[in-house]
């Protein structure tokens, strides 16, 4: 991809869309990894692996929600499509996102637990052992 392949104008109409949508899921999986189960105060690997996987699911579960229903809306009166062709996108969509929600899911908790105990010996973690859940 290259600088001019990000300013075509397909990118920069769902960017603003893109950003909200990724910003929320972000903070729903934070806030449910680490402010809910405070993944970060235990050393049990499995408690961690639950939670990591609980909380990708809550935040990718709201993405197969609300990514097809912001995106006909956003289609629709923002960028001015016929509501026919904004209600098929957004049934595409649906479809893709979950797809992607599967996959995201599993290679998050997959990924996510293998790369814990290097950035916790590194530092890059701040890990308080409050509780041994």
Do not use: R
Not at 5 to 14: E, F, M, W
Not at 73 to 82: D, H, N, R, S
């Amino acid at each position: 991809m290259t600088i001019a392949d990000l300013l075509d104008p397909v990118y920069i109409t769902v960017a603003p869309k893109t950003f909200v949508l990724k910003l929320c899921i972000g903070l729903i999986t934070g806030l449910v990894a680490h402010n809910f189960a405070k993944i970060n105060h235990s050393n049990n690997k499995g408690y961690v692996f639950k939670w990591v996987l609980i909380s990708s699911i809550c935040g990718l579960t709201f993405n197969v929600i609300f990514d097809p229903i912001v995106g006909y809306f956003y289609k629709l009166y923002i960028l001015g499509q016929p509501q026919e062709l904004a209600s098929i996108l957004a049934k595409l969509s649906a479809v893709t996102t979950f797809i992607n929600a599967v996959v995201s899911v599993i290679l998050v908790s997959l990924i996510y637990n293998s790369i814990i105990s290097p950035l916790k010996k590194s530092g890059f973690l701040l890990i308080e052992n409050k509780e041994d859940n």
